[in-house]
């Protein structure tokens, strides 16, 4: 009948979202360039035209910022500059493989528990619980005792510390999305189980998992640095944020700067990860994915 | 003839949205006299739901207001927050289209009626209890006293809205406004709730607006309506009135599109073409000239104002001339 | 029509027997279908019609196996569908089909709507691209959607009536038998409604769909179907040739919603609606009859004695114990009803 088929050719572009609601604004490139910069800083280390972070110049040690040192040196006359680059090093390594294989483990074990339901996520959700149980610290320690101190054990262990919340986060989107009608007509047109995971909820749920990896991110270097200011993170003469802080504690009254440098160059990067995953998930979270 | 208890001038609503300012309402004037009905008939987007909004002034952070709103002596565009939060309620009270969201969810039913006849009527709260319990047998909820004790979940949806009417006319407003009250309930409760309010109207000379998208509804329940349609008031006129002789090819259209209880199975609707339209980018002319049957050059050009006597108001260039027969 | 036997009519696509359907919440047991029954032949629609509560979803899902039934047998097409399993049942699907009540949901928000489209092809096991392309192409232009401008877009850009079109068109790309529509117009617009029923009614010509139509507006359940079941609380009450019924029903319930369906016309007579109160909960529902706690004509019968279908007319079947006189189409319900 011509009442129906001239109803609809063009899409209904009244019922579009405006693209520019809360766009990335001045803020959000800055953070973004210097997490740009630094993990080229990171990744280019020995092509910079520093001198090695762990020569020690005993000569110079503690020595005020000059042409050699741009940054100084610390308690052993090692070159700061360098050493934050090398940090930055393992800061990034660990802050960015670690939280990857708590998104894919835990991601995946969200999944299946929000998807199936039932004794999977009766087994799922228990081993989450015990997981969280498990005192953090107690658990590194215990790692690092028996496996010793090295940027893959670090990461190990953070990696797996950090599988519950992924699966929490994982799993609480996947059982709102999984009720979802577009889940059922899935399931009407005869798909499989992993067609479904894959090709129907794993698109919806890796938006709101993108977006805490990136804050992940943030609280892995901020852990990272704390255990190796205990002297549980890599050992030395690696560098480290951590262990510069805490290299840097016994000389706070002759030479603060030692402890605060690698502090705030630590606390910016944090920032700027933080900054960037709350802009992502705003740009990302109303427009498209979850609608009510 | 009493002097109208509700009267609309002009009024406006204006929302800026990303995408440019849209006119939910647009030169809507109305006029409701005390113990009457009137219903406003329109599919989403038409404007109806606002319209009740600015009569409240519950309207968004974005939206401005404009025209005039009359209750009574009062005029309600310019009244001050603190009058306006004693009106509410007390004059005015509405009754919105899902109880389960317009009650709170974490207070009991009866925390929610004493609250408010504490508020409005300044009775203490054993007086106010006993006249929520008569205010909920009025209402037909079986169990009143136990009612009190329990929360908006446990009880059915035409519960809920019975509540929410109770609620409504607890201080005997003087203006209901009933926004698609009855659009999430099942066909037997809406005949009772429907019916419900009549009474409650009778009985209290309440005048009510009567908002949906159901013609069926507006046809036995009201005393007057308004077609709105792409934020405008499209036709006004006496129920009986619009029904035996409607001008409005849309009002037309709306109704035969309705698949009707006597007609023969498998009986082709005669649908609308098109859609509503966009809101941002309205047309220069008749905003429904894209979809009807009867649309001329001029309808494309030029808007046509809403026109044609008090009695049998609007808005078209080539309206129905004779009385229509219902389409079978 | 004879009641639904065991062996079942051999010209009934579908044959539903004894179908029972719970499910557990908070540790209750909802009975949402209780025992039904019906038949729906080659190329007829069989609309199901109800309130809410009364389990017409849940019995269109367990007629698709998205929901287990707790027991009872559904034949489609000479097979059991309730005892396959696994690849058979996956198979089993494309023929049978289902559009949802909210198109927009219904639709992944991440994926294209030519993908959306194409996606049954793609679990049928269709490779040859360019095929996909033309059935896909084929079917939005069926529905009236152009494929060109439509495909490439997502469902959050449109519509709700446009929406539904790509489910229906969804629905049909692999020319399935039978289409179930579970509340297929409720969520839209009343000027859209119509459209969409239209496109229902010629997609059903053109494909030679039967068609099981769950909704529960009645007015709009008589515009599309043939035969109307009706349904209580989990189980069914009258079950009647779509004029039949509305002409001369013999259930008290029926007899109840017609009643209740407000007519657009203000000179049309409205009984009074009588407080029959809010339906009792799936829960825990009646003994006996069910309607028996709103129904001004039950007793003591009703309540022992649970009412079994008979066929009182040719091709009109009830399960009441005191069933409406056929000659009451001269009451007050009556004059309005044609």
């Known amino acids: 009948m011509a009442a129906a088929d001239h109803a609809v050719s063009a899409p209904d572009v009244a019922a579009a979202e405006p693209r520019r609601s809360t766009g990335p604004g001045l803020v959000f490139w800055c953070a973004l360039g210097w997490i740009v910069a630094l993990v080229a800083a990171a990744a280019f280390a020995d092509l910079l035209p520093l001198p090695s972070p762990s020569d020690m110049d005993l000569l110079e040690r503690r020595a005020a910022p000059s042409a050699e040192h741009w940054l100084g040196t610390d308690n052993l006359g090692r070159d700061v500059a360098a050493r934050l680059v090398f940090g930055a090093r393992t800061s990034l390594t660990v802050g960015l493989c670690a939280p990857l294989i708590g998104l894919v483990l835990g991601g995946a074990a969200g999944l299946l528990a929000g998807y199936f339901r039932g004794r999977v996520d009766t087994f799922v959700s228990g081993a989450v619980d015990v997981l969280l149980a498990f005192p953090p610290l107690v658990l590194a320690l215990a790692v690092t005792a028996f496996l010793g101190q090295s940027l893959l054990n670090m990461t190990l262990i953070l990696g797996f510390l950090g599988i519950p919340v992924f699966t929490r986060v994982a799993r609480s989107a996947t059982l709102a999305l999984a009720q979802r009608e577009f889940v059922t007509a899935a399931r009407a047109l005869g798909a499989t189980h992993a067609r479904i995971l894959l090709h129907e909820l794993l698109p919806n749920v890796a938006l709101p998992l993108g977006a805490f990896l990136l804050v992940a991110v943030a609280v892995t270097i901020v852990v990272e640095t704390i255990l190796s200011f205990l ?24 030479a603060a700067w030692l402890a605060f440098t690698p502090a705030a160059v630590m606390f910016v990067t944090v920032l700027a990860f933080n900054l960037v995953g709350d802009t992502v998930r705003a740009i990302t979270d109303p427009r498209r994915a979850l609608r009510s | 003839m009493d002097s109208p208890l509700l009267a609309l001038d002009a009024v406006g609503v204006q929302l800026a949205t990303a995408r440019g300012p849209l006119r939910a309402v647009d030169g809507v004037s109305l006029a409701l006299e005390p113990g009457r009905t009137l219903g406003i008939v329109g599919e989403s987007g038409s404007g109806k739901t606002m319209l009740a909004r600015a009569i409240l002034r519950l309207l968004p952070a974005n939206a401005t207001l404009t025209g005039s709103v009359r209750l009574g002596d009062e005029e309600l565009t310019t009244l001050g927050r603190e009058a306006l939060r004693r009106l509410r309620g007390r004059s005015i009270a509405v009754v919105f289209q899902d109880p389960m969201t317009s009650l709170n969810p974490v207070l009991t039913i009866g925390t929610q009626i004493v609250e408010t006849l504490q508020a409005h009527l300044e009775l203490d709260a054993a007086a106010a209890r006993v006249r929520a319990i008569e205010l909920l047998a009025a209402v037909g909820l079986p169990a009143p006293e136990q009612r009190l004790r329990q929360y908006p ?27 698609e009250p009855t659009t999430a309930l099942d066909v037997t409760v809406q005949a009772q709730i429907l019916d419900l309010l009549a009474r409650e109207q009778q009985r209290r000379h309440m005048a009510m607006v009567l908002i949906t998208h159901d013609l069926g ?14 934020g405008r008031v499209v036709e006004r006129a006496r129920t009986r009135t619009l029904f035996k002789a409607m001008r409005m090819p849309y009002t037309q259209a709306l109704l035969a599109a309705i698949p009707r209880v006597d007609a023969a199975p498998h009986t082709a609707l005669s649908a609308i073409p098109g859609r509503p339209p966009d809101m941002t980018r309205l047309p220069p002319g008749c905003a429904f000239a894209p979809r009807c049957a009867r649309a001329g050059d001029r309808c494309e050009r030029e808007r046509p104002p809403l026109g044609g006597g008090s009695a049998h108001a609007f808005a078209c260039w080539h309206p129905i001339v004779a009385p229509v027969a219902q389409p079978a | 029509m004879t009641a639904a036997t065991s062996s079942g009519d051999p010209q009934a696509l579908l044959g539903v027997e004894d179908l029972v359907v719970e499910y557990t919440v908070h540790r209750l047991t909802v009975h949402a279908v209780s025992g039904v029954s019906f038949e729906i032949a080659r190329g007829e629609t069989l609309g199901l019609v109800g309130e809410s509560g009364c389990g017409k979803s849940s019995l269109a899902r367990a007629v698709l196996r998205l929901a287990e039934p707790r027991a009872g047998r559904v034949r489609f097409d000479g097979h059991d569908l309730t005892a396959m399993r696994g690849e058979d049942l996956r198979r089993m699907r494309r023929h049978l089909q289902m559009v949802f009540q909210d198109p927009i949901a219904s639709l992944n928000p991440r994926r294209r709507i030519a993908d959306i489209v194409a996606e049954p092809l793609v679990i049928a096991g269709i490779a040859d691209r360019a095929e996909r392309e033309r059935r ?80 529960h507006d009645l007015a709009v359940v008589k515009a599309v179907s043939d035969r109307i079941a009706v349904m209580y609380l989990g189980k069914l009450c009258e079950v009647a040739g779509a004029e039949d019924l509305f002409r001369a029903p013999l259930h008290p319930y029926t007899a109840t919603l017609l009643a209740a369906i407000p007519v657009p016309d203000p000179d049309a007579p409205r009984a009074p609606s009588v407080g029959f109160g809010e339906p009792p909960s799936p829960v825990s529902p009646p003994s006996g009859c069910r309607f028996r706690t709103r129904c001004a004509r039950a007793d003591a019968r009703c309540a022992h004695e649970v009412p079994v279908m008979r066929e009182l007319r040719r091709g009109h079947r009830v399960a009441c114990h005191h069933p409406l006189e056929p000659v009451t189409a001269s009451g007050p319900l009556g004059a309005r009803l044609l």
Request: aromatic share 4%; glycine share 10%; proline share 6%.
């Open chain 3, 136 to 215: 896909v192409a084929g079917a939005m232009l069926a529905v009236g959607l152009d494929p060109e401008t439509a495909g490439t877009r997502r469902p959050h850009e449109f519509s709700g009536g446009q929406c539904q079109r790509v489910c229906i068109a969804r629905a049909l790309v692999l020319e399935p038998k039978l289409l179930v529509c579970d509340e297929p117009v409720s969520s839209l617009d009343v000027s859209i409604r119509a459209q969409i029923l239209n496109l229902l009614e010629q997609m059903k010509a053109r494909y030679g769909l039967t068609m099981l139509f769950v909704a």
């Open chain 2, 217 to 230: 509804i507006v046809a036995g329940r009201t005393d007057d309506v308004a077609v709105m349609y792409a």
């Open chain 2, 153 to 179: 979940h446990q009880l059915s949806g035409g519960m809920r809205q019975r509540v929410a009417i109770a609620i409504a006319v607890s201080c005997e407003p003087r203006l209901l406004i009933a926004d």
């Open chain 1, 231 to 254: 002297g549980l993170g890599v050992p030395p003469p690696q560098a480290s944020w951590g262990s510069m802080i805490g290299e840097g504690r016994e000389s706070l009254d002759s």
